[in-house]
């Protein structure tokens, strides 16, 4: 018993992170029609300024904030400089842009600061803690909490400020929203900046225990396209519980059937995914999408 | 531009009898290459046709029908496993090729129907899976594969009595597979299947109020991707003779992208550039600093989507445009008549100085 | 004087010309309505007005050159402009799309008034104000899309084909609405409509537009009593 709830507290962690990963992607495709499949690769850029800067001797919290900071300003730019080409034209074409993006982050770190595993100082204690005569990470807790928190925020951002409220309309409808007088490119900018600092996030909170490398979200990324595709593009409560359900599911699966085990829990999505899909095509929350020819 | 119909002003490489020639020409080239150059260059063009197989199923999903896939380099790994693995049992070799054909095409077939059915870019974001499950699927099933050691399997080389070095005789089977399937594939993508792969591409909603089922047309692009691909992993076997699961790692699943892209996306000769871009490229950048090969390719890859989107073969065409715009001295080429007044007063009017703006 | 000036105006969708010359002038306060059947390019000019597409010839507002202007910044000098097809921002509420609407403000306290105004001139959305923007029937989207227009507080309002898709008594209501909007607060107007009646209650000139020109322009009163413009738009 004890074990089955460390494993669902961790799976929740790992989930959270998947979660904020697949929010940042829904964020980014809401506003700009797009996949960003360089999401996690952004916020392992962030996660390597981080590093580099306790390297010099920032505190981690500052070194967090700092890279944060930074990574809305290099989400901001990413969309004005490199995305707004394509946001209008073909969205595989889009796709394809962000891979190279993705590439070249990677390979930009690698080159910076090699290949080898970092590590990363970690935020919280690597101690447990005992609840109910359970021991429970603490670090998983907190992960958790930190990131929920962060996710609600983005929410009341969106449906309490005036900022959300224009991000909103437009994400519906850019075109309109301009006849109001909404800037809307540097709207855009926004948003990709918040998708980006969410990743960033994500990435200062899971790096202690990934190791730090360039390709060290790559798997993650998997799992919160995973967790987008069952929860629906349309919606963001949606894909965060199906990020969460993943990530619980992933650590049972490696645990207790014995064939999946640590190597092949990256598996569990897609099962999942297949078993989904085949009746509800549109995810677990999402809506039939309506196109205009 | 109409095959076999000549007119008199058609230039010379456009007759039937220049375009035979050049056929003709192209066959003699590639059946004596072979003979006259060295074993290191046989070998690098061994490796560039596997890839350029490899691209040229890519393209056929992702260039010709739209559907971005990244688990392209999966079915290369496949059909490279069950080589290996053929081999090592001594099963007949044509049924090797057969099952390294058939079984990559049918895992395919399962994967599309799933993931087509929920369109957008679906199957870009499952088949990003297939690199990433496979890697340790294929260390997990070691009886099959040989686990993280890989599988080693030699059975192409030069038969006893042809008088053909190794390395030559790979080449040829290369050539010759390849070609069958570049031929194959050319005339799939130029018939009506090739149609409506484009009409999916632009646009589903118009395919599917054209009776093409989007559905459809996307399964059956990627089943013959992954067959293509299981072909390239039988090749790539020939070749190489020896596979692991670093051979369908994820890095390796963006290059293949990238190379397609940056060679050509839907387009023959585009697959061949592509082809020689994943296997020279490389190369070349670790002379320069191996550290900096992912940030040189990243970097390159922007590019052409930003200067040259459709890949390098479509250089000779960009250029001859940019040649052409600065001949006319003018902006973008425009329709040559001016709309017809309907004043109808014929005085010599001065025409007002009308900026033409809003090209498409 | 003049709020609104266009002089030749031309306009290209690709290699095809839909605006060929264009004129207009509407005066501080007035209302200009643009006539003319499916393809004249009324919606065109409309747009070029807004900075939708890039337009060639003079489009001067306020003493001022709006062409090739993005869209925001025509809007922030104080055009608005209600799109064919209304553009009403279908997953936000009612009240969330009037605050849209008053993006470009400060004054927090007046904008609140100013959603009253509107629910005053268009009673409809009042029971409507909580729901979704995409539940609300033709004619109430249109009432909507005018409100948001309204809610920045423009010194010009583009109006797009308003009775699109409505049946003649809503249609009726809405321009009924903006007749009252016009005498309350004096805002400048150029109409598009393909109903000419309809128009000629709200407007006090008009110009028909035929493939991207002007052929006939005048005062409501002369155009009405004209045998073409009776028999080609008011039916005989």
Not at chain 2, 30 to 45: D, G, R, Y
Not at chain 2, 75 to 94: H, P, R
Not at chain 2, 312 to 338: K, Q
Not at chain 3, 94 to 122: S, T
């Amino acid at each position: 018993m004890g074990k089955f709830v460390q494993l669902v507290v961790d799976g929740l962690s790992t989930g959270s992170v998947y979660g904020a990963l697949a929010l940042a992607i829904v964020l980014v495709n809401q506003a700009t029609g797009l996949i960003n499949f360089a999401q996690g690769g952004m916020a392992v850029l962030a996660a390597y300024v981080t590093w580099w800067l306790t390297n010099h001797s920032v505190p981690l919290i500052l070194a967090i904030l700092i890279s944060i900071a930074l990574s809305f300003v290099f989400g901001a730019v990413v969309e004005r400089w490199l995305m707004r080409r394509f946001e209008r034209g073909d969205p595989d074409t889009a796709v394809v842009v962000t891979i190279g993006l993705l590439t070249l982050i990677t390979g930009f770190c690698g080159w910076l600061w090699t290949y080898n595993n970092q590590q990363f100082p970690s935020l919280f204690p690597l101690r447990t803690v005992s609840f109910l005569g359970v021991s429970i990470s603490i670090r998983s807790i907190g992960t958790t909490v930190v990131i929920v928190v962060a996710m609600i925020l983005l929410q009341a951002l969106f449906v309490r400020t005036k900022l959300g409220l224009a991000l909103r309309a437009v994400a519906i409808n850019p075109q309109s929203a301009a006849f109001s007088g909404l800037p809307v490119g540097r709207l855009l900018m926004v948003g990709w900046g918040l998708a980006a600092a969410l990743g960033a996030v994500a990435a200062a909170l899971v790096a202690p225990q990934l190791t730090l490398t360039p390709g060290m979200l790559d798997n993650a990324l998997v799992y919160a396209l995973a967790a987008v595709i069952l929860g629906g593009l349309t919606s963001p409560v949606g894909v965060v519980v199906a990020a969460w359900i993943i990530g619980i599911l992933e650590n049972l699966a490696a645990v207790y059937v014995s064939f999946i085990g640590f190597d092949l829990k990256v598996a569990v999505p897609f099962i999942l995914i297949f078993v989904v899909l085949i009746v509800r095509p549109q995810g677990l929350f999402g809506r039939k999408s309506v196109v205009r020819v | 531009m109409a095959r076999g119909m000549t007119s008199p002003a058609s230039p010379v490489w456009q007759r039937p009898w220049a375009r035979w020639a050049g056929w003709l020409l192209l066959v003699v080239v590639l059946a004596v290459v072979p003979l006259v150059m060295t074993e290191f260059a046989n070998e690098t063009l061994a490796r560039i046709g596997v890839y350029a197989v490899a691209v040229l199923g890519l393209n056929v999903v992702m260039g010709y029908a739209g559907q971005v896939s990244l688990g392209q380099i999966f079915f290369l790994g496949l059909g490279a496993y069950i080589t290996a693995y053929g081999v090592q049992e001594e099963w007949n070799i044509v049924l090797v090729f057969v099952l390294a054909c058939l079984i990559p095409a049918v895992v395919g077939l399962l994967v599309a129907l799933a993931a087509a059915r929920l369109g957008g870019l679906a199957i870009a974001m499952v088949t990003i899976a297939l690199p990433i499950v496979g890697v340790p699927l294929a260390k997990r099933l070691s009886d099959f594969t040989g686990g993280s050691q890989g599988m080693s399997a030699r059975f192409a080389d030069a038969p006893e009595g042809s008088g053909l070095f190794d390395d030559q005789w790979v080449l040829y089977v290369v050539l010759i597979i390849g070609g069958i399937v570049f031929l194959l594939t050319r005339n799939l993508v130029r018939g009506k299947y090739g149609r409506a792969f484009a009409i999916v591409k632009g646009n589903e909603n118009v395919a599917s109020s054209m009776g093409i089922s989007p559905y459809r047309y996307k399964v059956l692009a990627f089943t013959i991707a992954s067959l293509i691909g299981g072909v390239s992993g039988f090749l790539y076997m020939a070749v190489i003779q020896y596979t692991s699961p670093e051979t369908m790692s994820f890095g390796h699943s963006i290059q293949l992208v990238a190379a397609m892209v940056i060679g050509g996306a839907a387009s023959i000769v585009g697959s061949l550039l592509g082809g020689a871009y994943y296997v020279l490229v490389p190369q070349l950048t670790n002379l320069v600093d191996p550290s900096l090969t992912a940030l040189l390719q990243g970097a390159l890859l922007l590019v052409v989507l930003f200067v040259l989107p459709g890949g390098l073969v479509s250089l000779p065409r960009a250029l001859t445009r940019g040649r052409r715009r600065s001949r006319a001295g003018r902006g973008p080429v425009a329709p040559p008549t001016t709309p017809s007044t309907t004043t109808g007063s014929g005085t010599a009017a001065e025409e007002p100085e009308t900026e033409r703006q809003g090209h498409a | 004087m003049t709020l609104l000036e266009l002089e030749d105006v031309t306009a290209f969708y690709g290699p095809v010309q839909v605006l060929d010359g264009v004129s207009l002038r509407v005066p501080d306060n007035g209302a200009v309505g643009i006539l003319g059947a499916n393809g004249a390019g009324k919606t065109t000019t409309l747009r070029a007005i807004s900075g939708t597409v890039r337009a060639g010839g003079r489009i001067v507002f306020d003493g001022k050159d709006i062409r090739g202007l993005r869209p925001d910044q025509v809007a922030a000098l104080g055009i608005a402009h209600v799109p064919e097809g209304r553009g009403t921002l279908g997953d936000l509420t009612v009240r969330d799309n009037l605050r849209v609407g008053a993006y470009l403000r400060k004054d927090g306290k007046a904008v609140d008034k100013d959603i009253e105004y509107c629910l005053d001139l268009f009673p409809n959305l009042k029971d409507r104000i909580g729901s979704n923007a995409s539940a609300l029937s033709g004619g109430e989207q249109q009432m909507l899309a005018v409100a948001r227009a309204i809610m920045s507080k423009p010194r010009l309002l583009l109006l797009d084909e308003a009775s699109l898709g409505l049946a003649p008594s809503t249609a009726k209501n809405v321009y009924d609405a903006i007749r009252r909007l016009r005498v309350e607060s004096g805002i400048a107007m150029v109409v598009v409509e393909q109903n000419a009646n309809l128009a000629f209650t709200l407007v006090d000139s008009a110009t028909v537009l035929e493939t991207g020109r002007n052929v006939l322009t005048g005062t409501s009163a002369e155009l009405k009593g004209m045998d073409e413009i009776r028999r080609a738009y008011l039916g005989g």
